[in-house]
């Protein structure tokens, strides 16, 4: 297990992990998968097209509406990104083939900001055993 | 591996699992990680905010209208389920490190029922080995 | 690890991998889970209910409005299978109890197109060690 911090600097952002995540993985020899897991309840993980920037903007804008409520009763009125991390999921398991991450062509990891800028939010990198 | 059940007394309930899926999962040296899986197509796991019980109300609140519709097949009446199962995901994965649940601060596992109430909804707890 | 590829016929298909997925997985003896893994960035995987075929056509119905927008930015035109992507998930996570996936009763593996038809969809799945 290893993990690394990183900081955002808008209230909804998707950063490209990837890079980091491989980075903190270090030797994937006899690795089956990566679990690369958000440690907030505010912030998502998912895999999705990094090639156009365009694809996470488009993303961004159609998350918005699905969680933009004005009855929600929790006080610290981020109820919104609590709802955007339950719909993506807080953390993404990527295999691992031939000590290189599996991941298709246009597939990148992102780390998704839903309540920022926040200073210090930590992605969690665990190693499985392949069987 | 191992498992437990758990009853629902509400037809969208969202039950906090964690301590039950500690319990169950039993000595995590040498582990990576627990997948904690929902056995039933109409109840999901997600991790979430665990604080304040008002995250939870909220989420139910913002998942209600995007599964709602009065045009479905299927004939058990339950679609909207069906959807909120693919939408939260029917497992979760949780990172372990040095012997205990890699959670942030306010994360806690769920299990969401959104076709209750049920007796006996039947959740699995699989310990995967680190690398 | 193994793959396997499939053809898709519909721009939106949900199609039962179950079969596909079990004999690509070989023997499980000592396996904890099994990592089921689209490559694709337009292409979800799901566990959902596969008895009765309404249950992914009314998943199909729900998805749509929650995807459909016209002002998306992305050359491509598809950034509403992005989206649905995004709220499905590029993998699921299976638990292995005792050799056998440990699906509930009504559960299956669903590959999700959207944005068919399409040749040659590569679906990865890994074996991940039990602890």
Redo the contacts between chains.
């Keep these: ?1 290893t993990s690394f911090t990183l900081d955002t600097s808008e209230h909804q952002q998707f950063v490209d992990i990837t890079d980091r995540v491989i980075h903190a993985a270090g030797d994937l020899a ?4 990566l ?1 690369v ?5 505010t912030a998502a993980i ?4 990094g090639f ?1 920037p ?2 996470t ?3 961004g ?3 918005t509406p ?2 933009d ?1 004005d ?6 009125g981020n ?2 990104a ?2 955007k ?14 000590g290189a991450l ?6 990148r990891i992102f780390f998704c900001e839903f309540d920022g800028p926040r200073d210090s939010r ?1 992605v ?1 990198v ?6």
Excluded: C, F, K
Excluded at 102 to 107: E, F, H, I, T
């Design positions: 297990m006899g690795v089956g998968a679990v897991a958000s440690q907030h309840t998912i895999v999705n097209e156009d365009d694809v903007v488009d993303l804008r159609a998350l699905l969680a409520r009855d929600y009763d929790h006080d610290e109820s919104d609590h709802v991390v339950a719909l993506l999921g807080a953390a993404q398991l990527v295999p691992v083939v031939d599996a991941l298709g062509r246009w597939q930590s969690v665990s190693r499985l055993a392949g069987a």
